[in-house]
């Protein structure tokens, strides 16, 4: 597929490292054993380190960065100073859902297979199938709109400690208000 046009998907062998992993990780959920989730978040953090072709996000310090951090840091400060009872959720959730999670569809594998619309849809694509096979076909759909928006955020600002703060704090909503009334009506797990 040529650079540039609606797809904008970067072609070349190279580029099938990234659609490797993407087999790895998804082979590594579909059997059920005890710690899948923790090997999953291995292959997560560690294969995008075996791409030679890859270099990992740098850490932006700009000032708008930096009101992004904070707005987002102090929302999530606030929701937890009202419910304490999520802090020990937030920090297990942010080790083994939204870096790993950022970390590997983001920052690695939207990155790596180009730039626009068609590689965030094949990155959220890829992120609601892992949600799916690992916690149900309902949650991938409930993780779906959220994924766009994470890959749009991530290819707009390139601010890795944004999205990891963004997607944490949406997981910190999503509980608090929103998984209660969703598994009274739907079979999901809301747990991670």
């Not at 579909?30 to 999953?40: C, D, E, I, M």
Request: aromatic fraction near 16%; glycine fraction near 8%; hydrophobic fraction near 55%.
């Amino acid at each position: 597929m040529p650079e540039g046009g609606f797809f904008r998907l970067k072609a070349s062998r190279q580029n099938l490292v990234p659609w490797l992993g993407a087999v790895i990780l998804a082979g590594g959920a579909l059997a059920s054993y005890a710690g899948r989730v923790y090997v999953l978040d291995g292959i997560m953090l560690f294969f995008p380190l075996t791409d030679p072709h890859w270099k990992p996000p740098a850490i932006p310090c700009g000032r708008y960065h930096l009101l992004g951090w904070t707005v987002v840091l102090l929302s999530a400060a606030a929701l937890l100073t009202w419910r304490p009872g999520y802090g020990t959720y937030t920090a297990a959730m942010i080790i083994t859902a939204a870096l790993p999670e950022e970390w590997f569809f983001r920052a690695y594998f939207m990155t790596r297979i180009g730039q626009g619309w068609w590689p965030n849809i094949l990155a959220s694509l890829l992120f609601s199938l892992m949600h799916g096979i690992t916690w149900g076909w309902i949650t991938a759909i409930l993780v779906f709109i959220p994924s766009l928006f994470y890959g749009w955020l991530y290819q707009r600002t390139r601010d890795f400690p944004l999205l990891i703060a963004t997607h944490a704090l949406s997981n910190i909503v999503f509980m608090m208000f929103l998984a209660g009334l969703i598994h009274r009506w739907l079979p999901v797990t809301v747990v991670r």
